[in-house]
T-cell receptor
């Protein structure tokens, strides 16, 4: 089992560019999550999904979109990147809402 | 709103014990977690405690929960250089997916 994987590991974007971050899990988990981690702050939830074909907003959803076309994949899109979106992005998954979450290794994104 | 606070830094000598503290405001949390994040890596679940427990021990790790003071701590015995990392406490209510994370404590172990 690879667990939760994320691609890419690093990316540098210019303001206004778009990109998609990919999260994949091989544990057959129903729930998947996207977080961002900023210095001196805990992880904040961007969007989450309770199953294939569903998505919902988290704490800080503005500027991001997500899709869950397949159960094992959860994509995070930035349509027009801004410097405020410079962060480390973590994906996580869990079997249900009442279980601990398993985290991927993170994607470090810099927007210049 | 809900708030979880941790001190930002802790430095200890190899072989000493480390105590990482977490204070919170939400008394309805059922699960209280400790995660470890090594440089360049994701969060790894170390241990967790239910809100109806006062203490949990797992090898070198001891978790203490003081519900009255809303204080959670993680003690690492015989701290090693490999324990250098950022440690996050996180809280969750039973039946929900929502985690509330602390700000993280960076532990530095000096040889």
């Amino acid at each position: 089992n690879a667990g939760v994987t994320q691609t890419p590991k690093f990316r540098v974007l210019k303001t206004g560019q778009s990109m998609t971050l990919l999260c994949a899990q091989d544990m057959n988990h129903e729930y998947m999550y996207w977080y961002r981690q900023d210095p001196g702050m805990g992880l904040r939830l961007i969007h989450y999904s309770v199953g294939e074909g569903t998505t919902a907003k988290g704490e800080v959803p503005d500027g991001y979109n997500v899709s869950r076309l397949k159960k094992q994949n959860f994509l995070l899109g930035l349509e027009s990147a801004a410097p405020s979106q410079t962060s480390v992005y973590f994906c996580a998954s869990s079997p249900s809402q009442d279980n601990e979450q398993y985290f991927g290794p993170g994607t470090r994104l810099t927007v210049t | 709103g809900e708030d979880v606070e941790q001190s930002l830094f802790l430095s200890v000598r190899e072989g000493d014990s480390s105590v990482i503290n977490c204070t919170y405001t939400d008394s309805s949390s059922t699960y209280l977690y400790w995660y470890k994040q090594e440089p360049g890596a994701g969060l790894q679940l170390l241990t967790y405690i239910f809100s109806n427990m006062d203490m949990k021990q797992d090898q070198r790790l001891t978790v203490l929960l003081n519900k009255k003071d809303k204080h959670l701590s993680l003690r690492i015995a015989d701290t090693q250089t490999g324990d250098s990392a950022i440690y996050f406490c996180a809280l969750r209510r039973s039946g929900t997916y929502k985690y509330i994370f602390g700000t993280g404590t960076r532990l530095k172990v000096l040889a």
